[in-house]
Structures are given as C-alpha cells and as structure tokens.
C-alpha cells in the first residue's frame, strides 16, 4: 500500500501563484539572458571585476540559470503532464541538465561570493542543494517513483527561484541595513531557505492528500 501511495501524483489545479511565479520568473529570466547577450552592461557597479575575471562562472551560470527558470513553471501544469507526457519529459531533460551546470557554475563563483565565509557558504549550499535535489528528481523519474519525482522536483525549483527572491530581498536589506556587506551575507541565505521551507510545507500538504486519495480507491 505504501508503494501505491508513494506512486500517485497530486496535481493541483492552477492558480494565481502559479501565474505570479511564472511572470517574475519570466522577468528574472530574461535579464540572466541579459547577461549572456549584453554582457557588463548589466553587470552591477560592485561586481563587474568580478564577473569580467570569471566569466566562465557568471556566463554558464546566467544562461542555465535562465533557462531553468523558463522551462521549471511549465512542468507543474496540468495540462503538460496530462496531454504532452513527451513533452514534459523532453523538457524535464533539458530542465535537469540545465540546473546541474547552473549548480556547478554558481558553485564556482561562490568561492569569490563577498568578502566573508558567510555569503560564500549560503550560496555554496544553495548550489549543492540544488544540484542534490535535481538529481533525486531525476532518478526518481528513471525508477518511476512519479509522486516522490515531482516532490524532489519542487525543491529543486525551489532552489532556482533563489534568483527570484535575491532580486526582491536584496533592494529590501539594502534600505533597511544600509550595509552592502551585511545584505549581501543575510541574502546569501535568505534567498533561497525560506524557499525550501515553504517547499517542504507545500510537499507534506500533497502528501495527505495524496494518503485521502489512497483512502478513497481502497
């Protein structure tokens, strides 16, 4: 019975938080893009010597970045998972690949992340999270382990909307701190456990669900 619930998929039907992540990941999507296309015209004052001495991290990280933002949204619609079942995995594919190097490459500019360990460590975590959570998310597609694919698949999105909520806490932590260095090692965190935090709350909420789904055809 275990493995039966284990294997039954909730899909909630879409409502405004889907469209709110999907515009402001839309937004931050095409400015990542913005990156890639204009280069240090869109780098910030402070990290342009950064970025120009590492563009083999901010290049690879902007882009695939970018593209798990576009692609992650469209994954939770009903509609896709229902009808273009090749579609979502084609897409889920490109997805997978596209964290793991965005991973890699922001687990490398974070080494130069700040001036401390702390902003360093935050976003060395965030990438290993996120690496770790997209993998589980793929193996548990390969086994068909459907309804533990999808939870381990909204942590990994979870994770890539770090460069959501970065783009809405830093402005914030700036006028409230008044101190780049501060604000800069507060979001290195806050930008993406609260993201988790809510994920986790999210996934034990589809799983009682799911056991009343269970309940029900038994």
């Known amino acids: 019975m275990s493995e039966l619930a284990s294997n039954i998929p909730v899909y909630p039907r879409v409502r405004w938080p ?3 992540m999907m515009i402001l990941s839309l937004f931050i999507a095409l400015y990542g893009l913005a990156y890639v296309i204009l280069g240090p015209r869109m780098y910030p004052p402070n990290l342009v010597a950064s970025f120009l001495a590492r563009p083999w991290g901010i290049y690879p990280h902007a882009l695939f970045g970018s593209i798990a933002l576009l692609i992650g949204p469209w994954q939770f619609r009903r509609n896709v998972l229902a009808q273009h079942r090749a579609t979502h995995r084609k897409l889920g594919q490109v ?3 596209a964290c793991l190097l965005a991973g890699l490459a922001g687990f490398y500019m974070s ?3 700040g001036s401390t360990w702390v902003p360093k460590l935050g976003f060395a975590c965030l990438a290993v999270t996120l690496m770790f959570c997209t993998y589980r998310a793929y193996a548990k597609a390969r086994a068909r382990r459907f309804a533990e694919h999808r939870e381990w698949m909204i942590l990994s ?3 890539i ?3 959501v909520t970065l783009r809405i806490e830093l402005p914030l932590l700036m006028m409230t701190t008044h101190q780049p260095g501060l604000s800069y090692a507060i979001v290195a965190w806050a930008c993406w456990v609260p993201n988790v935090l809510v994920a986790v709350m999210f ?3 589809t799983r009682e669900r799911r056991g009343a789904i269970l309940q029900s055809i038994t």
């Open 203 to 205: 996934i034990r909420g």
């Open 95 to 97: 997805y997978v690949i």
């Open 161 to 163: 909307l770090a460069a």
């Open 18 to 20: 889907w469209w709110i």
């Open 111 to 113: 080494l130069y992340a």
């Open 157 to 159: 999105y979870a994770c």
